[in-house]
């Protein structure tokens, strides 16, 4: 299937009638044609009629970008431009979103399409009945061969499209070549999800190299244990391990939408525990769903949109409480994907809390055995996908994967086990109870359940190893690892504003950005930064440049309880004194009452560290990190607090600003 509805050479183009040109179009829209869009199509055809006589070059109309799930209106391919034209029929102004709008498409462009690489691509927004007082058609160019955005009417295309080719190399791109090229996109874990759950592949949205095999691979392998445990009526559980970033949300949702049908026992369910990542998913998938049917003419409220995707993607809290109802029936999802399973409650928490809050003094499971039990009372099959990160746990209470291991060994010895290969290292914490395992049959490792590659990042795949080096005070590899990652930028300051302004600068487009912290970062609050301000996170990453509640407007701070499993363009990482370097290892800190106090336990210590590596690895593009200068005057802020942390990042090789 092609990425356009329509492609000529520009001859070819203007040998056409538009009455041909619009019935190729029409025929591959997979909406409703309607009035509004076939008016606009005569309008676009019109002026590139005028505006591309005089040059040679191919034409392709509404090509797709599927990352994004949208289409580019026009894309011109003249010498060695790749112009990205999208057109406002009728508008007189240029707005802030449609000038992003174009940007997105043209970097989308720039990055994930391999011949798109290497040429200058040239974004411009064409508002028919702008004045000729509000066109910008001066040019500037990035490092990597994209323009910034141009502005202009439809009588003033041709000096934009002639302006940007004096810059341009010599030479001409072929057309051939460039439309077969492979589209490689790194989606965030919101477009994602918007895809899978608009039936679009894994493949289609994900890279092609060495990450996205792996990545397809794994998808298939915890697919063909599904239909195993249900050709032959077995209970399963698989666990699928992963470095930060490397797509192991990715894989769930896949296997969740794959098998994403009500009428068929094969109906499943995503979970996790992370409330801010379910509520932000939700409220994506709601937005866009609404946003569709308004594109087809259809009407229809977020309550109704909602309802599905409720269904759909669950708080693991309350898929418990609903199969807490009837201790004896069987949740209608024969498959259930349970997302950071490492953080499932253990035992004391889970009593805890059903006897604080659900009058249940008697409970006495942990998570991992109630949800299997849950899962274990269907007569034929089931399947349960936990998805691990290593070094991912934050919060106390979190029982880690020993915990599923243990009551998996103890109270069901019937389930078959898959596990990753990978899970016997250190960072997943399985410990002691694969030692259990060793005298069990039904146990199988599968090197294919292990994501080796971070995908967070199409600018650096090792970013998740260098942090770990930062963590691991590991000097030497942390240097050698930063400079292998050119194409990343990283940067230190001791100054907010600096940090504030270094974002701006690197962000294009709707390309997001924000200020993260840790949770514990209590002596921030000089610099306008308090992290137990109470955020909205579906506000804060999914609002717009011109909501003061988003992450853009770099005024409310996320934490890693908002962050984890989430991810920005740029992020700005806000250093304080509660995990500090030292030569002899890293010093841990809490703030109580009016003073730092030591915190001693091995468990709060490692969710402290572990609070570091999620903000440390956020990022997809590039971060920035600021480490506060400290203040003689606040003994709660001295400069020996911060100093070696700075000289520490120093050391290693990041840019000073």
Not at 250 to 270: K, M, P, Q, R, W
Not at 288 to 302: A, P, W
Not at 325 to 332: A, L, T, V
Not at 488 to 497: F, G, Q, S, V
Request: overall charge neutral; glycine content about 6%; charged content about 25%.
């Amino acid at each position: 299937m092609s990425r356009w509805y329509y492609s000529n050479t520009i001859k070819g183009f203007l040998q056409d009638s538009s009455t041909t040109i619009v019935g190729q179009l029409s025929k591959n829209n997979e909406f409703s044609l309607e009035t509004t869009q076939r008016d606009a199509w005569l309008e676009q055809i019109h002026i590139l009629r005028n505006t591309l006589k005089t040059y040679q070059g191919t034409v392709y109309f509404e090509y797709t970008i599927p990352r994004m799930g949208r289409r580019v209106d026009v894309v011109v391919l003249i010498d060695a431009v790749v112009f990205v034209l999208e057109f406002k029929v009728g508008a007189k102004s240029f707005l802030n979103c449609d000038i992003d709008q174009v940007w997105d498409y043209a970097l989308d462009l720039k990055n994930f399409h391999e011949a798109s690489h290497g040429h200058h691509v040239a974004p411009i927004l064409i508002a028919t009945e702008a004045a000729s007082s509000d066109i910008t058609i001066g040019m500037s160019c990035k490092s990597d061969k994209a323009f910034d955005p141009v502005c202009c009417n439809g009588e003033s295309l041709d000096v934009a499209i002639s302006t940007a080719l004096e810059f341009s190399d010599d030479g001409q791109i072929d057309s051939t070549t460039w439309a077969s090229s492979r589209y490689c996109p790194t989606p965030t874990i919101i477009e994602a999800a918007t895809a899978l759950y608009n039936n679009h592949s894994v493949e289609s949205i994900s890279r092609s190299d060495a990450g996205a095999i792996n990545l397809s691979r794994t998808s298939n392998t915890v697919a063909a244990i599904i239909k195993n445990a249900k050709a032959n009526s077995r209970k399963t559980i698989c666990f699928v391990t992963g470095v930060p970033g490397a797509g192991k949300t990715l894989v769930g949702l896949n296997i969740a939408t794959t098998h994403y049908e009500i009428s068929s026992d094969l109906y499943s369910v995503f979970l996790s525990g992370n409330g801010p990542l379910v509520n932000i998913l939700r409220e994506a998938l709601v937005r866009d769903k609404v946003f569709r049917e308004k594109k087809q003419g259809q009407k229809i409220t977020k309550k109704e949109a909602s309802s599905e995707v409720q269904m759909f993607i669950q708080n693991v809290h309350n898929f418990r409480d609903d199969c807490l109802f009837d201790m004896n029936k069987p949740p209608i999802e024969h498959v259930a994907i349970f997302d950071e399973a490492q953080r499932a409650w253990n035992k004391k928490q889970t009593a805890d809390f059903m006897k604080r809050k659900k009058n249940r003094p008697n409970f006495s499971q942990s998570e991992p055995e109630f949800l299997i039990s849950c899962l274990d009372r269907h007569p034929d099959w089931a399947v349960i996908v936990c998805l691990v990160g290593g070094g991912q746990e934050i919060n106390t209470g979190e029982a880690g994967i020993g915990e599923w291991l243990h009551v998996l060994e103890k109270s069901f010895p019937e389930w078959n086990i898959c596990l990753s290969s990978q899970i016997t290292d250190n960072e997943y914490a399985a410990g002691q109870a694969l030692e259990m395992l060793r005298g069990r049959t039904n146990v199988t490792y599968k090197d294919d359940l292990h994501l080796s590659v971070s995908m967070r990042s199409f600018r650096a795949e090792n970013v998740s190893l260098l942090v770990k080096q930062i963590l691991d005070k590991d000097v030497e590899q942390a240097a050698k690892t930063l400079k292998e990652l050119d194409k990343y930028p990283i940067a230190i300051t001791r100054e907010l504003k600096t940090a504030k302004k270094w974002l701006k600068n690197h962000a294009r487009g709707s390309e997001r950005y924000g200020i993260v912290a840790s949770s514990q970062a209590e002596r921030l609050k000089p610099h306008a930064i308090d992290v137990k301000t109470p955020i909205n996170p579906v506000n804060w990453f999914l609002n717009s440049k011109e909501d003061v509640r988003s992450s853009y407007y770099l005024e409310d701070v996320a934490t890693e309880f908002h962050i984890q499993g989430l991810e920005l363009d740029w992020t700005c990482v806000t250093w304080d004194a509660d995990f500090r370097h030292a030569t002899n290892g890293w010093i841990y800190r809490s703030f109580r009452g009016s003073k730092w106090t030591g915190i001693h336990k091995d468990d709060r210590k490692m969710y402290l560290k572990n609070a570091y590596r999620v903000l440390l690895t956020r990022a997809r593009q590039g971060m920035v990190i600021v480490v506060p200068p400290g203040d003689n005057e606040d003994p709660t802020r001295l400069p020996e607090y911060y100093d070696p942390t700075f000289e520490y990042l120093q050391s290693i090789g990041f840019e000073v600003l």
